[in-house]
């Protein structure tokens, strides 16, 4: 049997699979000669057999082309969830035979490029191919958070480096950086270019696309996005609806007659139907667009003026590769809202509630407030901030972080910055800000625990990542 290596890529978002390909195409995975490249593709939705499944959005089969085989995850483990399956270490070995068999990799070595190597199903692939090296690649804003759970020591050594778009120029990842794991950027003007290659002819081209056409007469000049936030547990269904209404007149405020809502693929129908009346009382045309495609497609085209959302990464896509002015709606209600404090999504919600203006502050005539674009945001003051974040929802594995974050929290008393830190979290962790009693014996250890860890820890050594 062939010994060719194979590069095996796990995608489960269509923005992931585009963040691939231009890693791809700026050659960050080596020369395309003597590889095999088996895109591996994963639907992780609640319920898979009724979400829209890659295949079925405008784009796939052109960035699915650059690879020699696409191979379907969920068929492979049916009837297991691949958020929740994954093998058992004695099994592994079986189940790497049948997929060396069943998918074709012959007996030479395999290279794993996943996201989310923390949970399943990249995780359940690094245990099956255990002997394999492993690239990490971030498609958004958790990049910039700290890794969700710990990883088991020989996982963390394989892990070469962390492949990230360039959504916050001058802000560093903190995820895997307690393993001394390289970020890497996959570079911007080459992800424009896939994602312009997903939508094929230009905005404007065919039949039915002038709503999606920025330029074009009439056509909106802002975009809403969607999350269905309602799905996370952060916000009732009602309250989702509220916050679209709530994009909606605060575009229209900002001076927007024409406007489009790019719901959520899985948002229910009747969000459309809410706004759709919003948008009658607010005398504003309003489009929206049910096609299952990249919501970075709506931006090509030169002609739209806002994009308003609520922590989505194609905000931050909008600002930095296509330069269009973007507004936040909610952060500060979600902020308090999501729990854990170890949420994934605080990092997300802090960096926009930090750097991107609030859709009110938009009006008619007036000139753009400071954040609407990204040569206005202060990353130096956004840097700290999101350190400080990153510990305290993880101060076991930063304890480096204690004191530059107890200086940081000493320095700011006083100022708003409650919205980001909690006063249990604090108190638990004997930061500046904490509630001033008798802590209790659990809370005193927990301090004492993570203060030691502080004296003698050191990030990992990085190691270098592969030419």
């Known amino acids: 049997m062939s010994a060719t290596t194979t590069q095996l890529f796990q995608v489960s978002t269509l923005y992931g699979a585009a963040t691939l390909v231009a890693a791809l195409e700026g050659g960050q995975f080596g020369p395309r000669e003597d590889v095999r490249r088996v895109l591996l593709v994963s639907h992780n939705a609640a319920v898979p057999e009724t979400a829209v499944r890659l295949p079925e959005m ?18 492979a483990i049916r009837p297991h969830h691949p958020s929740s399956w994954s093998p058992a270490a004695n099994d592994a070995e079986i189940w790497q035979r049948l997929f060396r068999h069943s998918w074709r990799l012959g007996d030479g070595p395999v290279e794993l490029a996943v996201e989310s190597v923390q949970v399943s199903p990249a995780r359940a692939l690094a245990t099956i191919f255990a002997e394999s090296t492993v690239d990490v690649y971030a498609d958004g804003l958790m990049s910039y958070g700290p890794t969700r759970n710990p990883l088991p020591g020989p996982l963390a050594r394989r892990i070469r480096r962390l492949l990230h778009p360039d959504l916050v120029p001058g802000l560093r990842p903190l995820l895997l950086s307690e393993y001394g794991v390289p970020a890497e950027l996959v570079p911007t003007g080459v992800l424009k270019k896939v994602i312009a290659e997903t939508g094929g002819p230009e905005p404007g081209a065919g039949p039915g696309s002038a709503a999606a056409d920025p330029a074009a007469p009439g056509a909106p000049t802002a975009v809403l996005l969607g999350q269905y936030l309602a799905a996370l547990d ?12 709530r994009m909606l ?6 001076g927007h007659r024409s406007v489009l809502f790019k719901p959520h693929p899985t948002a229910p129908a009747r969000y459309s ?12 045309r309003l489009t929206v667009t049910d096609t299952p495609m990249l919501a970075e497609e709506l ?37 308090e809202r999501i729990a854990p404090y170890e949420n994934s999504n605080r990092v997300p919600l802090t960096i926009t509630d930090r750097l991107i203006p609030e859709i009110g502050e938009f009006a008619a005539g007036a000139p753009e407030p400071p954040g609407a ?22 101060p076991e594995a930063y304890p480096w972080l204690r004191a530059e974050s107890a200086a940081w929290l000493e320095a700011r008393l006083g100022e708003d910055t409650g919205r980001y830190f909690k006063r249990r979290r604090l108190t638990a962790l004997g930061l500046p800000g904490r509630t001033e009693h008798s802590w209790p014996g659990r809370q005193l250890r927990r301090v004492a625990r993570v203060a030691r860890a502080a004296r003698g820890a050191r990030p990992a050594r990085g190691r270098r990542p592969r030419p």
């Open 249 to 254: 007149r605060g575009a229209a405020a900002a």
């Open 373 to 394: 674009r990204p040569d206005t945001w202060d990353v130096d003051g956004l840097t700290p901030l999101i350190r400080t974040v990153g510990f305290c929802m993880r």
């Open 58 to 75: 405008r784009g796939w089969d052109r960035l699915a082309a650059r690879f020699d085989d696409v191979v379907d995850w969920n068929a």
């Open 299 to 335: 931006f090509r085209g030169g002609g739209l003026r806002l994009v308003v959302g609520c922590f989505s990464t194609a905000m931050f896509t909008a600002a930095v590769c296509y330069g269009i002015p973007v507004a936040r709606v909610g952060t500060e209600l979600l902020l």
């Open 234 to 245: 952060i916000l009732t269904p009602a309250e989702e609806e509220a916050l679209h209404e």
């Open 273 to 284: 139907r809410a706004l759709e009346k919003a948008a009658a009382e607010a005398g504003v």
